[in-house]
């Protein structure tokens, strides 16, 4: 399990690295209650990436596009039960990767062809705020989280991990 973490680890790292960003896609922000009265807020987009990149190894070795497309989608509901007492229930997708590099055969990359990342989420994020006044108020809540991800590790550029691959 250790060397699972650890390659996993290191190829979602990277990937990150790849695409210029983190796994972090919606920011988990709770500004909906601070909204004023009931509210309802819906989000949907589709993300197309095209990444790619070179590898060391000389002119000419790309690493092909790497970026997978991909939905993301939220959904938050605030009421307001008095003028001090809010609640608030927000459902999103907080964390992702779809990287795929393309096989060295299928012109990919030599190093990282053939590697596979992908992390799916879901968050379940429930909210109470006290207002005191126009200035001071409290809020309090919890937060519920899935992770499922899956990495494959080819290419030469994983030495002994070539190969490896594993579900969480």
Same mark, same amino acid.
């Given at each position: &399990?250790?060397? /699972?973490? &650890?390659a996993a680890i290191a190829t979602i790292a990277g990937t990150a690295t790849a695409t210029a960003g983190a796994l972090d896609r919606s920011s988990q922000d709770i500004d909906i209650i601070f909204e004023e009265g009931n509210y309802l807020e819906l989000n949907a987009g589709y993300v197309a990436p095209f990444i790619s990149g070179s590898d060391f190894l000389g002119p000419g070795a790309t690493s092909?596009? #790497?970026?997978d497309n991909y939905f993301q989608g939220s959904i938050g509901y605030k009421h307001q #039960?008095?003028?001090q007492l809010s609640l608030a229930l927000i459902i999103d997708q907080p964390y992702g990767a779809d990287?795929?590099?393309p096989t060295f055969a299928d012109g990919g990359s /030599?190093?990282?062809g053939g590697t596979q990342a992908f992390l799916d989420s879901i968050s379940y994020t429930a909210l109470a705020r006290w207002k005191f006044n126009d200035r001071v108020s409290a809020h309090a809540g919890f937060r519920i989280q899935q992770l499922n991800a899956? #990495?494959?590790l080819s290419g030469t550029g994983y030495g002994a991990l070539n190969g490896y691959s594993g579900v969480y």
């Open positions: &399990m250790k060397s /699972f973490t &650890m092909g596009d #790497v970026g #039960v008095t003028d990287i795929e590099y /030599f190093l990282l899956a #990495v494959s």
